[in-house]
């Protein structure tokens, strides 16, 4: 996915209503800027980092500028536009990029299912196969020199693996897909010290035929994509 204008930066002085961020520009400029992640940004969000912005010409919108990501310090650049994840995974998928996910001939997103009443984030189908159902998450959160989801406790996210169990129990084949969107990130787990919930029903859900896929993106001011297979440890 390329930035069409490429992304612009500028030093984020802070944070605040959740979906607001105030930053400021090299010549000095304070602007407001449109946050697309209501999550905690734990380690994405610290004032002084490098924001890089996307504009829109949309002439509706309120704030044309959008966060995309986050550089720190340390140089490591994260997405942190959750909307991104569902279009890399979509885009890697189309692209044949995504080797697990190869020889289907349909794609469908948001498609509703589950007995706790979901969209499945994507919907892979082909004759003659099972469907398969996938939950993408995005992970931005590094701690000790590894990768975690969630970043904070998230009973959403642990009816979405209930629905996925639900999913492999029939005979179809359900996938979390962890879209790693932080460069800094060589390995991913279940973070169990902020979710202990989550990520018991993560190993219940292996157990039952769930399948984990966890995929890191590159990312820069001009584009962002999935681009190699890393581990997932329990």
């Given at each position: 996915m390329k930035f069409?204008?490429?992304?612009?930066?500028?030093t984020l002085i802070k944070r605040y209503k959740r979906f607001l961020?105030?930053?400021e520009l090299p010549d000095g400029t304070v602007k407001t800027i449109h946050c697309a992640n209501t999550g905690a940004m734990t380690g994405c969000a610290e004032?002084?980092?490098?924001?890089?912005?996307?504009?829109?010409?949309n002439p509706k919108r309120k704030y044309p500028n959008s966060w995309e990501?986050?550089?720190?310090?340390?140089?490591?650049?994260?997405?942190?536009?959750?909307?991104?994840?569902?279009?890399?995974v979509v885009e890697a998928?189309?692209?044949?990029a995504i080797t697990e996910l190869a020889g289907y001939t349909s794609l469908r997103t948001e498609v509703k299912?589950?007995?706790?009443?979901?969209?499945i984030d994507v919907l892979l189908e082909?004759?003659?196969?099972?469907a398969c159902y996938i939950e993408v998450k995005s992970v931005t959160l590094l701690e000790n020199g590894r990768g975690y989801f969630p970043d904070a406790v998230t009973t959403r996210g642990q009816k979405h693996i209930r629905e996925l169990i639900e999913v492999a129990q029939s005979?179809?084949?359900?996938?979390?897909?962890?879209?790693?969107?932080?460069?800094?990130?060589?390995?991913?787990?279940?973070?169990?010290?902020?979710?202990?919930?989550?990520?018991?029903?993560?190993?219940?859900?292996?157990?039952?035929?769930?399948?984990?896929v966890c995929y890191k993106a590159v990312l820069n001011q001009h584009e962002i994509y999935l681009d190699s297979c890393i581990k997932f440890n329990q």
């Open positions: 069409d204008p490429t992304l612009q930066s500028a961020a105030d930053i004032p002084g980092n490098t924001v890089w912005y996307s504009t829109s010409d990501i986050s550089q720190t310090p340390a140089g490591d650049m994260i997405c942190v536009n959750t909307a991104q994840a569902n279009r890399l998928i189309n692209q044949g299912y589950g007995s706790e009443n979901s969209r082909a004759e003659n196969k099972p005979g179809q084949r359900a996938i979390l897909f962890f879209a790693i969107l932080h460069s800094g990130i060589e390995n991913v787990a279940a973070a169990h010290h902020i979710d202990p919930d989550y990520h018991t029903l993560i190993q219940q859900a292996e157990q039952e035929g769930v399948e984990i």
